[in-house]
C-alpha cells in the first residue's frame, strides 16, 4: 500500500510518501513559494506540484493534516488555502482523502498523542530507516503523517471486509 502526505503550508508544503510492506520511504520533499510572489501564483504552484505528486507516484490514498487554529489569522488563512488547493488536486484525481489531526498522527508514530515534534522526528527517522535528519520540518512532519496514514488506511480497509462478512 502506497500513502502520500501532505503537511499544508503557504511558504512550505512538506509531503512524503511511503510504501508497505516493507515499510519504507518511497520520496519525500517541500513545495516552496516565495513570499514575493502573488498569492494567486503560490496557490497554483501548489496545486500543481500536488497534482503531478499524484500522478507521478500514483498513491492509493492521500493524507492531507487537519489545521488547528493559529492565532496568527493571516498565517492560518495561508495554511488554509494551501490545504484547500491539495484537497482540490485529490478530489480532481477521486482518491481517497485521510484527514487526521496532528494528536493522531503523534500518537500513531510515537505511541503519545502529545509529543513533542523531535520525538516525532526520530521516530519517523527510525520507523523508515532514514539515518539523516529530515529537512524541512515540514517534511518530516509529512512523512509521519503518511505512517499515520498507512496505519488509518490499513484499519478501515480490514472494517470493511468485516463489514462485508457481516452482511
Known amino acids: 500500500m502506497r500513502i502520500l502526505a501532505f503537511d499544508p503550508g503557504y511558504a512550505i508544503t512538506g509531503w512524503g510518501i511511503v ?59 495561508g495554511v488554509y488555502e494551501a490545504r484547500g488547493v491539495i ?4 478530489g480532481e484525481s477521486q482518491l481517497e482523502l485521510i484527514s487526521l489531526g496532528p494528536g493522531t498522527i503523534k500518537k500513531a508514530v510515537t505511541g503519545n498523542g502529545q509529543a513533542k515534534k523531535n520525538a516525532v522526528h526520530t521516530m519517523v527517522q527510525k520507523l523508515l530507516g532514514i539515518s539523516h535528519a529530515i529537512r524541512p520540518d515540514d517534511t518530516a512532519d509529512a512523512l509521519a503523517g503518511a505512517i499515520a496514514g498507512l ?8 472494517q470493511k471486509r468485516i463489514r462485508s462478512v457481516l452482511k
Open 19 to 77: 510504501e508497505d510492506p516493507p515499510l519504507r520511504a518511497i520520496a519525500f520533499g517541500a513545495i516552496t513559494t516565495p513570499a514575493a510572489e502573488k498569492p494567486e501564483r503560490r496557490l497554483f504552484k501548489i496545486l500543481e506540484a500536488s497534482r503531478g505528486l499524484i500522478r507521478e507516484h500514483k498513491p492509493e490514498a492521500v493524507v492531507v493534516e487537519t489545521l488547528f487554529v493559529n492565532k496568527n489569522a493571516k498565517t492560518a488563512g
Open 87 to 90: 484537497l482540490a488536486a485529490i
Open 151 to 158: 496505519f488509518a488506511a490499513k484499519r478501515n480497509l480490514v
